[in-house]
């Protein structure tokens, strides 16, 4: 689509199982410890979730438990008429741990580059932190 981007990362996370990643980014309370906002969510596909002390809205697409997460995303920044964005959470258990792949798309070019910055700032690096505790 022009005038949007997708943004790829995967972080490993050392001594934790794909449920555990999973069930944190469904549970409201779980979610507002791994990342430090205050977060809502749901388990079910059509539930809506907030993150970032409501920054960030979304609904739940596709779950498929402990394995992966479809939701659409957008921000309180969010571009006047842009359709949200599209973020797919995958969960590999591997080496010890879960390899987290985010595939974000659909993202406004104008604010990819924030965004995807935004991700290693208010998501991995918080998550990291919080798994190894």
Known sequence: MPGTKTITQREFFPGTTPKQ???AFLSGPKHTKMT???ATAGTKVGDKFTAWDGYISGENLALEEDKSIVQSWQTGEWPEGAAA???EWTFTEKDGGTEVT???SNV???QADNYEKGWSDFYWTPMKVYFAA
Request: aromatic share 6%; glycine share 14%; proline share 7%.
């Open 85 to 87: 964005s599209r973020l």
């Open 108 to 110: 406004p070019a104008s």
């Open 21 to 23: 990643i999973y069930d």
């Open 36 to 38: 430090g906002g205050k």
């Open 102 to 104: 985010m595939v974000h």
